[in-house]
């Protein structure tokens, strides 16, 4: 159906196993307002403890959708777009593949439909 690189399979369904969760996906929503923030400031504007953004956070990380770098005491989070991308060009390419296959079967109805007309007694 669409043709894919090597590892590609794997990271559309980790990332898609990754946003199946809406919290996982507020997340990711704070952080590309934000830019980066901790866990506890992310706890503070979603309606779960810090240990459950925590474990969040670490789905979004194995995803490749996040990454966490220590800034002094703190592990300030920021959203890495590459897996996403890789996600959204592989939707693309599905996408385009159910386009084509639409077209053809609007171009074999409408030749049907302009032979049977054209064989119809009049």
């Not at 809406?22 to 400031?41: M, S, W």
């Amino acid at each position: 159906m669409t043709e894919e690189r090597p590892g590609v399979t794997e990271v559309v369904d980790s990332v898609l196993g990754a946003l199946a969760d809406p919290t996982r996906r507020q997340l990711l929503d704070v952080l590309a307002a934000q830019g980066e923030a901790t866990a506890t400031t992310l706890a503070e504007r979603l309606p779960v403890s810090r240990q459950a953004v925590v474990k969040h956070l670490a789905v979004l990380d194995a995803a490749g959708l996040v990454s966490g770098g220590r800034v002094g005491r703190e592990v300030r989070y920021a959203v890495r777009p590459a897996a996403l991308d890789t996600t959204a060009r592989w939707m693309a390419s599905l996408t385009a593949y159910w386009d084509r296959r639409l077209a053809n079967i609007k171009r074999v109805a409408e030749a049907a439909e302009r032979d049977s007309s054209s064989t119809r007694p009049e």
